[in-house]
């Protein structure tokens, strides 16, 4: 080539040799990141991952012992706490309010009741006084003993009918009186074991079912790890293999 073509086309060659430069460059491979490290020799450990929860080994649960009015437990989660301490008390159970209808019906039950009442007991003391000639005749001679027995059953049947109406005045004397009150004493609740509160499970005051849990207690120091395993991991694990707790999460 001669220099005067050269000197023509100079610009384009060097505007070519440019263009391949770049494209060169950016087609060029990049070293990839790597992370190095020694390589040591040592022992190789082989194990079982899967998460588990930890629990204490013996603990007790503390339920409520009759349904009534729980007072405010003010045992927190960690406090020490011995055997037969108080937790807390379990008041009477509150009887339901009686609505007017029902209050009208059990005050017309108890006039009948109370009528019933003089009824057995005049009915009594008529027996009575018969049977109490019936025995001045008896021993007269003038009554057959037949007459006389059947004297002394109508006494006791009259004292029976007597008590069975003084009975049923009582109850519905009682239903009036009761209604909307607190009945039965209070129950204390105490700790069947030392240790720690390890939760509190229902701590405000309020009416509660007989054996809904109040509090757990147990021992932290002595604890378990509860961790279930898939099948064709646990046949791996083995009596005494050794195992490592980490905790995990928040």
Known sequence: MSLDTLKRWRWAILTAAIMVAGLAFALWPEAAAVDTAEITEGPMKVGITDDGV???EEFYVVSAPVTGQLERIEFEAGDQIDRGTLITRMGGRP????DQRTRSELRGALSAANAAEQGAKASLEQAERDLSRAEELSQRGFLAKAQLEAARTRVTGDQSRLAQSQAEVARIRALLSQGGAV???AVAVRAPASGF????ITESEGVILEGTPLV?????????????LLSRDAVQVKTGAQGEITQWGG
């Open 54 to 56: 930890t629990r204490a």
């Open 95 to 98: 009887s339901t309010p009686l």
């Open 216 to 228: 757990t207690i147990g021992d932290p120091d002595r604890i378990e790890a509860v961790i279930d």
């Open 197 to 200: 509160v390890l939760s509190v």
């Open 183 to 185: 009945s039965g004493k």
